[in-house]
């Protein structure tokens, strides 16, 4: 594992634009997304039109080009002010991805531009109720029809799905020899919202992440051509997996933006209440939180740039590595939403305060892209795959 983290110029030029972008346009709406449980559209067009949308995505294709940190360092940023629409964003890229890396040309090119533009949204349905963390107890099937596919299942926890104009659905096309081999014999499908059958169900109401509302979806005998598989028919377990090594990697980055948010209100607060007569930050015991709190978040984020560098170099340590960042960030997130709570005092349990929001929204990263006995399971299978 090389440890060596280089940050260039251009992406701390990227930081600042972000920054700009968050300042102007996001901050000034963050209140009316937590209140209202809605990010305007016109919000991702905006975020286009700064160049963030593409982030990632190779210019021949339609994206904005840059390594993998600068998408690591756009969701940290905008985390700090709106956690939910850096999960707006992680789903884009949880379509983008696998349909960059083992899309056709032609999927490519139909699908990529619109997205890195602003003008369309995708999500990615592979939850269901009985396969979240064990992915391979997938229900949907997907039966051959004609020259395409048959596509009937409920898929659940689907973020994002009543915005989306693509959304990609992991189902059943085979089943496996073998129980100890479930994960064989499952798809990915490339679906438009206007296919008939596909219907959006119940939204799902969940503590944080206000504005990123997952829903139900329903496939009641959707059809699809041939041409809608991404990738090779029953590799589709493959393709999630190496899909979700990078979410883990962005919830990652959005957990150290909303530690380093409630950081920062941590020293604003403090430095302005008094108690018996001199500020807060001027007791030891408040000045040893905070430092405390501040190598947490600089571990958790030099951890996040890390795997970043480890998984876009393609070696097998980055998937350790996106693990144990995402692990451990959300964590020190959590503690740092604790702390924040506790020194705001009274502030800190009222809803208007927002200080409240941090630890609903530290909950929700913990628990998508990976719970933490997941991430355990999945860095001690690595180890061992690694001894053998």
């Given at each position: 594992?090389?440890?060596?983290?280089n940050?260039?110029?251009?992406?701390?030029?990227?930081?600042?634009?972000v920054?700009?972008?968050?300042?102007?346009?996001?901050?000034?709406?963050?209140?009316?997304?937590?209140?209202?449980?809605?990010?305007?559209?016109?919000?991702?067009r905006?975020?286009?039109?700064?160049?963030l949308?593409?982030?990632?995505?190779?210019?021949?294709?339609?994206?904005?080009?840059?390594?993998?940190?600068?998408?690591?360092?756009?969701?940290?940023?905008?985390?700090?002010?709106?956690?939910?629409f850096a999960?707006?964003?992680?789903?884009?890229?949880?379509?983008?991805?696998?349909?960059?890396?083992?899309?056709?040309?032609?999927?490519?090119t139909?699908?990529?531009?619109?997205?890195?533009?602003?003008?369309?949204?995708?999500?990615?349905?592979?939850?269901?109720?009985?396969?979240?963390s064990?992915?391979?107890?997938?229900?949907?099937q997907?039966?051959?029809?004609?020259?395409?596919?048959?596509?009937n299942?409920?898929?659940?926890?689907?973020?994002?799905?009543d915005?989306?104009?693509?959304?990609?659905?992991?189902?059943?096309?085979?089943?496996?020899?073998?129980?100890?081999?479930?994960?064989?014999?499952?798809?990915?499908?490339?679906?438009?919202?206007?296919?008939?059958?596909?219907?959006?169900?119940?939204?799902?109401?969940i503590?944080?992440?206000?504005g990123?509302?997952?829903?139900?979806?329903?496939l009641?005998?959707?059809?699809v051509?041939?041409?809608?598989?991404?990738?090779?028919?029953?590799?589709?377990?493959k393709i999630?997996?190496?899909?979700?090594?990078?979410?883990?990697?962005?919830?990652?980055?959005?957990?150290?933006?909303?530690?380093q948010?409630?950081?920062?209100?941590?020293?604003l607060?403090?430095?302005?209440?008094?108690?018996?007569?001199?500020?807060?930050i001027?007791f030891?015991?408040?000045?040893?939180?905070?430092?405390?709190?501040?190598?947490?978040?600089?571990?958790?984020?030099?951890?996040?740039?890390?795997?970043?560098?480890?998984?876009?170099?393609?070696?097998?340590?980055?998937?350790?590595a996106?693990?144990l960042?995402?692990l451990?960030?959300?964590?020190?997130?959590?503690?740092?939403?604790?702390?924040?709570?506790?020194?705001h005092?009274?502030?800190?349990?009222?809803?208007?305060?927002?200080?409240e929001?941090?630890?609903?929204d530290?909950?929700?990263?913990?628990?998508?892209?990976?719970?933490?006995?997941t991430?355990?399971?999945?860095?001690i299978?690595?180890?061992?795959?690694?001894?053998?």
């Amino acid at each position: 594992m090389d440890f060596s983290i280089n940050i260039p110029e251009e992406l701390e030029q990227l930081r600042m634009k972000v920054r700009r972008f968050v300042e102007n346009e996001l901050e000034p709406r963050a209140n009316q997304i937590e209140d209202s449980g809605q990010i305007p559209n016109e919000l991702f067009r905006i975020a286009a039109s700064y160049g963030l949308t593409g982030l990632g995505i190779p210019e021949e294709i339609g994206g904005h080009g840059g390594e993998l940190l600068s998408t690591v360092i756009y969701i940290e940023e905008v985390s700090k002010a709106c956690p939910s629409f850096a999960t707006a964003a992680m789903v884009q890229h949880l379509f983008m991805i696998p349909v960059m890396m083992f899309g056709t040309e032609s999927q490519k090119t139909k699908y990529l531009p619109s997205l890195t533009s602003g003008e369309k949204f995708a999500a990615h349905a592979a939850t269901e109720q009985a396969a979240g963390s064990d992915l391979a107890g997938i229900q949907t099937q997907a039966r051959r029809e004609g020259d395409g596919w048959l596509i009937n299942g409920k898929k659940y926890f689907i973020t994002l799905a009543d915005k989306a104009d693509y959304f990609i659905i992991l189902a059943r096309t085979s089943e496996p020899e073998v129980q100890e081999q479930r994960w064989r014999g499952l798809t990915m499908f490339v679906v438009e919202k206007t296919a008939h059958g596909l219907k959006i169900g119940r939204q799902i109401k969940i503590i944080g992440m206000r504005g990123a509302n997952p829903y139900e979806l329903i496939l009641d005998n959707v059809w699809v051509p041939d041409d809608s598989v991404l990738g090779t028919v029953g590799d589709g377990f493959k393709i999630a997996m190496n899909t979700y090594n990078y979410g883990r990697l962005y919830v990652s980055a959005q957990a150290v933006g909303i530690a380093q948010s409630a950081l920062e209100n941590c020293i604003l607060y403090t430095s302005r209440r008094e108690a018996f007569g001199q500020p807060l930050i001027s007791f030891q015991s408040i000045q040893f939180s905070i430092v405390d709190l501040l190598k947490s978040i600089v571990t958790a984020r030099l951890m996040t740039y890390w795997a970043a560098k480890l998984l876009e170099s393609g070696k097998e340590a980055g998937i350790i590595a996106a693990s144990l960042a995402k692990l451990y960030a959300t964590e020190v997130a959590e503690e740092a939403a604790l702390k924040a709570i506790e020194l705001h005092g009274g502030t800190g349990v009222t809803i208007n305060g927002r200080v409240e929001k941090y630890l609903r929204d530290s909950q929700v990263a913990k628990i998508y892209e990976g719970t933490p006995a997941t991430l355990r399971l999945t860095v001690i299978r690595q180890l061992l795959k690694q001894m053998r």
